[in-house]
């Protein structure tokens, strides 16, 4: 059973598109989460979301958006791509955010494609 | 500026032998620390996480870590490297409440 699963696995698109990334989690977490990757392997977050609270990393552009349809789905919207914005895109979830020795649990990435 | 460092971009190891995949961190408080796998064109996978207690903190497949407060470090560890081991391998801390920030990661290569 996956527990954090992620579509599409890739994605390649033009500059100027919107595209969305979806992710969902069966593990009954009320926490999760979105990072980047880039191409020299490094992560960052870029936001963490429950149903309290979204946070947002303040350097993420604001053609990204979180969107969470319920609990279980946190899906990532993104507009006028740009070709920086290729990288790979992990989804990721943890019980709850206060937890401060939550165990987070990652999805296995949307690689992302901007021509 | 909390961080966490991981000083070695490759670490290759004969089979067989024992591997060490280094980790300091420098956070504001207590921290709690993580380590993470990544297989290629995978998702991250939880080896083994550091909150209170025992220095020494065992996790999956045979990895172990050691918090040394002193050195501020929390160094990979596993007795006899397996060729399936080879992968990017992920330090991680956070204190408090606050988001997990990761270090640039570290390629082992485990030779046959």
Known sequence: DTAVSQTPKYLVTQMGNDKSIKCEQNLGHDTMYWYKQDSKKFLKIMFSYNNKELIINETVPNRFSPKSPDKAHLNLHINSLELGDSAVYFCASSQEASGRTDTQYFGPGTRLTVL | ?112
């Open chain 2, 1 to 112: 500026a909390q961080s966490v460092a991981q000083p070695e971009d490759q670490v290759n190891v004969a089979e067989g032998n024992p591997l060490t995949v280094k980790c300091t961190y420098s956070v504001s408080g207590n921290p709690y620390l993580f380590w993470y796998v990544q297989y290629p064109n995978r998702g991250l996978q939880f080896l083994l996480k550091y909150i209170t207690g025992d220095n020494l903190v065992k996790g999956s497949y045979g990895f172990e870590a050691e918090f040394n407060k002193s050195q501020t470090s929390f160094h990979l560890k596993k007795p006899s490297a397996l060729v399936s081991d080879s992968a990017l391998y992920f330090c991680a801390a956070k204190t408090g409440a606050n988001n997990l920030f990761f270090g640039t990661g570290t390629r082992l290569t485990v030779i046959p």
